[in-house]
């Protein structure tokens, strides 16, 4: 892979499986993309973004997808409150029911895959939109499946 990269970053070979979740659905457009792996609050996250540089040494963020692994995420309220202490949300945060799994604001959406697996998908900065989020979130799923 060529190009230029934060200080820190940690490249990997980039495809369509994330930690072993096929995502089937991404918008034309992205930057390059980075993953990066780390714990928070007993979950273990996958997180993969794309940015895209503006100017020289100038990057901006185009799309986060993350999944998260832990025995918190056991049903859709408990990804809630912890989406609630992770993302330092108030707790009268009030996303919209995503399908049967899934919880959705205007800049991301959260889906529980199956009881301790979840991904979220994000748009921090309004790039992309509320339905183009919500089309990722709805295209990720285990593989054999």
């Known amino acids: 892979m060529s190009g230029k990269y934060n200080i820190g970053m940690t490249i990997k070979h980039q495809d369509d499986v994330m930690d072993g979740l096929a995502i089937t659905h991404l918008p034309e457009g992205l930057g390059a993309a980075s993953d990066f792996e780390f714990e928070w609050g007993g979950v273990r996250f996958t997180q993969r973004v794309w940015e895209s540089e503006i100017e020289d040494g100038v990057w901006r963020v185009d799309l986060q997808v993350q ?14 409150d912890f989406l609630i ?8 945060w009030a996303p919209e029911p995503f399908g049967v799994n899934g919880l959705s604001t ?3 959406t959260a889906v529980l895959i199956e009881p301790g697996l979840a991904v979220e ?8 939109g509320t339905a183009e989020i919500r089309d990722i979130a709805a295209g990720i799923r285990l593989p054999e499946r």
């Not at 998908?121 to 992309?128: H, K, L, N, T, Y």
């Open 106 to 108: 205007e800049r991301e």
């Open 121 to 128: 998908v994000r748009d921090p900065f309004g790039r992309r």
């Open 67 to 80: 999944t998260m692994r832990g025995v918190r995420l056991n049903d859709v309220a408990a990804m809630r």
């Open 85 to 92: 202490e992770y993302h330092e949300k108030d707790d009268g």
